[in-house]
């Protein structure tokens, strides 16, 4: 009997393992910092996490989801301050929160740019998503901030971030 409850805990202890390894589908971090320019010539700062690069889980997490956080206090090239910085960081912190608090969420990266940071998150169910959103939204945030939300199975969206040929810094 003794035995059979040990073979049957190990067994249980395995299954557990099992479940939790498919549970998080996050690859490791591997962020990397790129300077590149938009479409009007304006300096744009992309925060990629690598590790997505080759991601077997795409299509698990087929929505794309955009937030753009208004810059309010910038350098003459449009870009946060260092005062403003915190702020920013602050506002994403407490959407990245919300949204891993309702499920699956993989955040891929953040571009900042002229006037506003953007960013880039996919997500498996998106009527979840948008409800801690909206949620959100009914409270008093640090910046103001909206965002879509788009099938994109192939992350389009973010294929230059992953898979371009610019430099980290």
């Not at 960081?89 to 955040?107: C, P, R, S």
Request: glycine share 4%; proline share 4%.
């Amino acid at each position: 009997m003794k035995q059979f409850l040990l073979l049957l805990s190990s067994v249980l202890l395995l299954q557990t393992q099992s479940c939790m390894a498919q549970v998080d589908k996050t690859p490791k971090e591997n962020w990397c910092v790129q300077k590149a320019t938009d479409q009007n010539g304006n300096l744009v700062f992309i925060t990629a996490n690598l590790g997505y690069k080759n991601y077997a889980y795409k299509t698990e997490f087929p929505w794309c989801l955009e937030v753009n956080i208004t810059t309010v206090n910038k350098n003459p090239n449009g870009h946060p301050t260092n005062e403003e910085a915190p702020v920013l960081n602050a506002t994403e912190d407490i959407i990245t929160a919300a949204l891993l608090k309702v499920g699956a969420t993989q955040f891929v990266g953040r571009a900042t740019v002229n006037g506003y940071r953007e960013l880039f998150y996919f997500v498996a169910d998106p009527e979840k998503a948008n409800k801690a959103l909206t949620q959100l939204t009914k409270k008093r945030q640090p910046r103001e901030w909206e965002y879509q939300m788009k099938k994109d199975v192939q992350w389009q969206r973010v294929d230059s971030f992953l898979n371009g040929d610019a430099e980290c810094l």
